[in-house]
């Protein structure tokens, strides 16, 4: 087990390293010139100039690169080209206020495709499995912006019960924030859901047919018991990956929800910063986004060792 969490680490860790090479090399090689962008075509070419010294890019981008990940390692990802404030206290807070959602998000998503998942595949071609899989379907082809702008149709014009946008900056108090993590977390919820649930139910049907699981019934074990003890652990085994890649999309910053909602996280913060060409707090974002799905990744392979034993014994046996 110590092997492989210490090799999975050493991977993510250089997973992540290559990610913040190319992030920073894709910046560098952005069309125009970052001073002019920030100063305007008014600005004077001595101001550009003086702005270029500032920022050091007249510097080898090598170089540049090295103290910014040295930054980056302690928390310190620079100086933010719009506000002048240091990106790390930004990041920080809009990062929190994604979490809000993603927690939301994943507590509502996570509990009911899982239970949405077996329900189908232990009714396979009756109507629950009909009904829940017309209903996934469905879930899937609607993009999440629709289903948003449906939402604050429904609640927020028609049935005013919640607020349509976020008025609150991103360091508001989280109780301030709550009221508005509902409908960004029905809307992700919807998209989220429908992924697992199909996944949930190909995996439920497959470990329902196979020679364990009949053993275990021939034994006289009852139904309910032959699922959640014999056959689940085993169905949410491919069903942890699709699980992580949803969670590292949620906390990596949802763009589009956020953005429709107005919703000061991190995609946002993406959003801006790519509107006013702020690179340094692009780079985090993008770095921190990277580090999350590598993160996630890693949780879903010790969750698959901790609910398969003969992932755990096959680990000891190659030490």
């Not at 924030?177 to 998209?191: D, E, F, H, R």
């Not at 470990?207 to 009949?214: D, G, I, K, L, N």
């Not at 959640?228 to 491919?238: D, E, I, T, W, Y």
Request: hydrophobic share 55%; net charge neutral; aromatic share 6%.
């Amino acid at each position: 087990m110590l092997t492989f969490l210490t090799r999975r680490l050493l991977s993510a860790a250089g997973t992540v390293l290559l990610a913040s090479v190319l992030v920073f090399a894709a910046v560098q090689l952005l069309p125009g010139d970052v001073a002019t962008q920030v100063l305007g075509q008014d600005a004077t070419p001595e101001a550009v100039a003086a702005l270029r010294d500032q920022l050091d890019l007249n510097r080898p981008a090598v170089l540049r690169f090295a103290e910014w990940l040295a930054g980056a390692v302690r928390g310190d990802f620079g100086t933010s080209l719009v506000s002048g404030e240091p990106v790390s206290g930004a990041l920080w807070l809009h990062l929190r206020n994604t979490l809000l959602i993603a927690a939301a998000t994943v507590a509502v998503a996570v509990t009911s495709s899982i239970v949405l998942g077996v329900v189908a595949g232990l009714y396979r071609d009756r109507w629950p499995d009909t009904l829940i899989s017309s209903l996934t379907l469905a879930g899937m082809s609607v993009p999440e912006f629709v289903v948003a702008t449906l939402l604050v149709m429904a609640l927020s014009i028609s049935v005013p019960v919640l607020p349509a946008v976020v008025l609150d900056g991103a360091s508001a108090p989280v109780a301030d924030l709550l009221p508005a993590v509902v409908l960004p977390t029905v809307a992700l919820s919807v998209v989220m859901t429908a992924y697992i649930v199909r996944m949930t139910r190909t995996s439920v049907i497959d470990v329902m047919a196979s020679e364990f699981v009949t053993t275990a019934r021939l034994k006289g074990l009852g139904a309910w018991r032959v699922v959640v003890r014999h056959a689940l652990p085993s169905a949410l085994l491919p069903t942890l990956n699709v699980i992580a890649m949803n969670v590292a999309w949620l906390v990596g910053g949802v763009v589009v929800v956020e953005n429709v909602f107005n919703y000061p996280g991190i995609g946002k913060l993406m959003l801006e910063s790519v509107h006013s060409r702020d690179l340094p707090v692009l780079q985090a974002v993008a770095v921190v986004g990277a580090a999350v799905y590598v993160l996630c990744n890693l949780a879903a392979d010790l969750a698959a060792m901790a609910l398969n034993p003969r992932l755990r014994t096959g680990e000891r046996s190659t030490r």
